[in-house]
């Protein structure tokens, strides 16, 4: 991306890394409190004693918390969204905001109440509750230009436009949507939202499909290699030792991680280090086939020693080569026998698609946070994430059994006459 301009703060820390323009908003600290909670009435930072608060994870506004007396300060979370379910649950008493998503709560649901501290207040410093616009390193020209357009821009004609902004959030704030019951509320989430779970549902299979198929196929490729013989000349053995230990070190690697932390590196990092800005669904795409490489390739593995050691012995007297053994006899009876566990395979690339929410890839729990978002109604957009993902999870693994069943029967004989 080329700038940021969304509530960044123009931090000493953030200025070793990225340059900031001209600051164009002041936004003071303010705690946001359910509407009808024990801390509703509060006036100052002394009127939170005991109070369970928290704030977003990585800014300065977690630290703000340690000014207030005796508060019980909770973890920091990823997001607002994350912060204001956990406030209307009853798991935190309040968090610390800006005010202009605390005012973007308030005028979205009347569960919210911003609590403006004029008396005691947060002690902050003019960095941190500045906001400007975040560009990379020496981007002088697009600095200039933004400079320029924000110079045109008086401070009250930008008051005004920040207050605009935050009345016209995309946040479904009819009564209707907040009436009758559980499942009326989720009837009426589905209906107005449809197109973006289905659109993340569809992501969701089509990255789990083809990264599942593609792992499957590198772990059949690295299984054979790892099972073939010794090569006769000194040079080529060497080579095929070293390029083993390279599959062992990636095997080890991506079994070893976790796959968001795999996603932010490859992502991110190609990007970074190399300037290479990969398509998000390509990239998800990629991530969950090499991730799923690394495992198929230890279950291949698995399934080849499974196979009777006789039939390896009765190929090469029949003068099979290893290619031939593996593709005619071998692999045949590999892909029945590992079926069960390919299916599973495929069944947690469902579900671990929305780690890649991390890139923002829009997968069906990147939607259905979107769609939380929008609503302030968490508890039941999940629940239909959740349905949904019970249902993808479910067909899959039916129709896998009913095609275990189908391959479960021998065409071949096996032993002999003594």
């Known amino acids: 991306i080329d700038m940021i301009i969304a509530g960044m703060s123009p931090t000493a820390e953030r200025r070793q890394e990225i340059d900031f323009s001209d600051s164009y908003y002041r936004s003071e600290p303010v705690m946001v409190v359910s509407s009808d909670g024990d801390y509703a009435n509060a006036k100052s930072l002394k009127d939170f004693k005991d109070a369970k608060i928290t704030a977003q994870q990585g800014v300065y506004l977690y630290n703000l918390i340690d000014q207030i ?26 968090y610390v905001s800006e005010r202009p998503e605390a005012k973007t709560a308030e005028e979205a649901s009347s569960k919210y109440k911003m609590i403006t501290l004029k008396d005691g207040g947060f002690q902050v410093s003019d960095d941190d509750v500045s906001l400007a616009v975040g560009l990379r390193k020496g981007d002088s020209q697009q600095m200039e ?22 009345d016209i959030q995309p946040a479904d704030k009819t009564d209707e949507a907040k009436k009758g019951n559980f499942f009326s509320q989720m009837s009426n989430i589905i209906a107005k939202n449809w197109p973006q779970f289905l659109r993340g549902t569809g992501i969701t299979l089509l990255i789990s499909i083809i990264g599942t198929v593609v792992g499957t196929f590198i772990g059949l490729m690295i299984g054979v290699y790892r099972t073939a013989p ?45 300037g290479i800005n990969i398509d998000r669904t390509l990239a998800a795409v990629f991530i969950v086939s090499i991730n799923t490489g690394a495992y ?120 002999g006459v003594h």
């Open 230 to 274: 010794k090569a006769a000349n000194k040079f080529v053995a060497l080579l095929q030792k070293l390029f083993g230990w390279v599959l062992n070190v990636y095997i080890e690697v991506f079994r070893g991680t976790p796959m968001i932390v795999q996603s932010m590196v490859i992502y991110y990092g190609t990007a970074q280090a190399f």
């Open 296 to 415: 198929m390739s230890e279950i291949v593995r698995g399934g080849i020693f499974a196979v009777d050691k006789g039939q390896f012995e009765a190929a090469t007297a029949l003068g099979f080569t290893h290619g031939q053994t593996m593709r005619k006899i071998v692999l045949p009876q590999v892909i029945r026998n590992i079926l069960p566990a390919t299916g599973n395979e495929f069944v947690i690339n469902i579900k671990d698609t929305s780690v890649l929410n991390v890139i923002s890839v829009v997968e069906l729990y990147f939607a259905g946070n979107t769609v939380a978002s929008q609503t302030y109604q968490y508890f039941q957009t999940f629940f239909v994430i959740a349905a949904i993902y019970f249902v993808l999870t479910f067909t899959v693994t039916r129709i896998l059994r009913y095609v275990e069943r189908r391959l479960d029967q021998d065409t071949y004989t096996q032993g």
């Open 145 to 166: 230009q933004v400079n320029k357009v924000l110079a045109g821009i008086s401070q009250e004609e930008r008051a005004k436009l920040m207050d605009h902004i935050i």
């Open 69 to 94: 007396p005796g508060v019980s300060k909770q973890t920091a979370m990823g997001d607002f969204g994350a912060m204001r379910q956990a406030l209307a649950s009853g798991i935190i008493d309040g």
